[in-house]
T-cell receptor, first 115, second 112 residues
Framework: GNSVTQMEGPVTLSEEAFLTINCTYT??????LFWYVQYPGEGLQLLLK?????DKGSNKGFEATYRKETTSFHLEKGSVQVSDSAVYFC??????????????FGQGTTLQVKP | DVKVTQSSRYLVKRTGEKVFLECVQD?????MFWYRQDPGLGLRLIYF???????EKGDIPEGYSVSREKKERFSLILESASTNQTSMYLC???????????FGPGTRLTVT
């Protein structure tokens, strides 16, 4: 079945460091891919998405490219800030599961950025 | 501004009580979801609904039921709450597979 695998955290970085959070997936068909972020005490919110191969999603300095050949959607940011400290979830939708928009989530990666 | 609201941010219930968690969305979405989130386990899907009065079990439906009588409202019911249902519960809605899910703020439920 469909699945998403994320790198385990926590990830601890200093401010202005480069961030990569790895995400790989297994899916039939052509899924859409998402990164969600959850700040402390809040629900999840969409960070970025890509709906087809080679698409690049970007938002707030974060980027991820939909790589079908490596079944990956790694999240990157060139210079992290303390305010980026949160839990990040990779997810996929579709790819054979109808049009319900049901998501398969990775386990989440906690990022802590220190001043 | 799109909105998914949940009836309570924090809830404390006793073992054996019947618990209702309410979720309302204002985006006219067909699809709505209930998840629970636990440390180390990520998000797990309990139930989802793809239309009024339609529902499907997710990965962990045991001990839960749902109700969707109106398009905008999706309720999660714990028929007889147990301590292992202490968790954060998140509701979400979406227009479909190529669109993002919008999440509510979550309800932290404690069953004592």
């Amino acid at each position: 079945g469909n699945s998403v695998t994320q790198m385990e955290g926590p990830v601890t970085l200093s401010e202005e460091a480069f961030l990569t959070i790895n995400c790989t997936y297994t899916a039939t068909g052509y899924p859409s891919l998402f990164w969600y972020v959850q700040y402390p005490g809040e629900g999840l919110q969409l960070l970025l998405k890509a709906t087809k191969a080679d698409d690049k999603g970007s938002n707030k300095g974060f980027e991820a490219t939909y790589r079908k050949e490596t079944t990956s959607f790694h999240l990157e940011k060139g210079s992290v800030q303390v305010s980026d400290s949160a839990v990040y979830f990779c997810a996929l939708s579709g790819g054979g599961s109808g049009n319900t928009g049901k998501l398969i989530f990775g386990q989440g990666t906690t990022l802590q950025v220190k001043p | 501004d799109v909105k998914v609201t949940q009836s309570s941010r924090y809830l404390v219930k006793r073992t054996g009580e019947k618990v209702f968690l309410e979720c309302v969305q204002d985006m006219d979405h067909e699809n709505m979801f209930w998840y629970r989130q636990d440390p180390g386990l990520g998000l797990r899907l309990i139930y989802f609904s793809y239309d009024v009065k339609m529902k499907e079990k997710g990965d962990i439906p045991e001990g839960y039921s749902v109700s969707r009588e109106k398009k905008e409202r999706f309720s999660l019911i714990l028929e007889s709450a147990s301590t292992n249902q202490t968790s954060m519960y998140l509701c979400a809605s979406t227009a479909g597979r190529r669109y993002e899910q919008y999440f509510g703020p979550g309800t932290r439920l404690t069953v004592t």
